[in-house]
Structure formats: C-alpha cells, structure tokens
C-alpha cells in the first residue's frame, strides 16, 4: 500500500538547518511527483517545493528560494528537503504530497512534521 511518512521535524534556532524527509513508498515507484507543503498557525497551507518523478523539474515558493533544497533518491523510496538559513517564518506543520506532476493537484498526504523555528 502507498503511504507518505514525513520525518526530520524539530526545534531549531534561527538561522539553523533541518532535513526533512518523505518516506514515500509506491508513489516513488509509481513515477509521482513529490511535493513538500507547509501550514502554520491560522494560516492557510501553502506549496514549499516539488520534485518531479525523474528530479529534472524542481520548482521553489518564492519565500524558501535560495535556502531551501529538494531532492529524491529513488533507490530508498525518500524525498528530501534541506533547509537552511532558517527563520522563525519558516515555523509551520510540513506535509509532504504525491502529485501526477509538480502542476497538478496532490493525490495524498502524509501526516506531517513539526518545524519550530525559535530562539
């Protein structure tokens, strides 16, 4: 059965990093995309980053551009984020989805991740 399972969540200082990761067995082998996608307090969820099945496509929100990097490794069915530079903004739950293609809608979620960002 597909599932996602986000993982790397945690209280950081500002300016820190993190990585994330999205454990996504099925979609990867399937050939979804992998999008991450963010919800903080009171806030609507928004689109961080997506990857496309083959890695080529790799689209950025403008707010993480430059300090935010996503990758896959198809071998271990993962989806990483690496964020750095980190500010108290970034503070959100961190969803990571499976989509037909970074333009298209996610088909499912996973539970998501934590992201503290405080001093």
């Known amino acids: 059965q597909s599932q996602l399972v986000e993982s790397g969540g945690g209280l950081v200082q500002p300016g820190g990093s993190l990585r994330l990761s999205c454990a996504a067995s099925?979609?990867?082998?399937?050939?979804?995309?992998i999008g991450w996608f963010r919800q903080a307090p009171g806030k609507e969820r928004e689109g961080v980053s997506c990857?496309?099945?083959?890695?080529?496509?790799?689209n950025y929100a403008d707010s993480v551009k430059g300090r935010f990097t996503i990758s896959r490794d198809n071998a271990k069915n993962t989806v990483y984020l690496q964020m750095n530079s980190l500010k108290p903004e970034d503070t959100a739950i961190y969803y990571c989805?499976?989509?037909?293609?970074?333009?298209?809608?996610?088909?499912?979620w996973g539970q998501g991740t934590q992201v503290t960002v405080s001093s």
């Open positions: 989805a499976a989509k037909y293609s970074c333009s298209g809608l996610p088909k499912a």
């Open positions: 099925g979609f990867i082998k399937d050939g979804y995309a």
């Open positions: 990857i496309s099945s083959g890695g080529v496509i790799r």
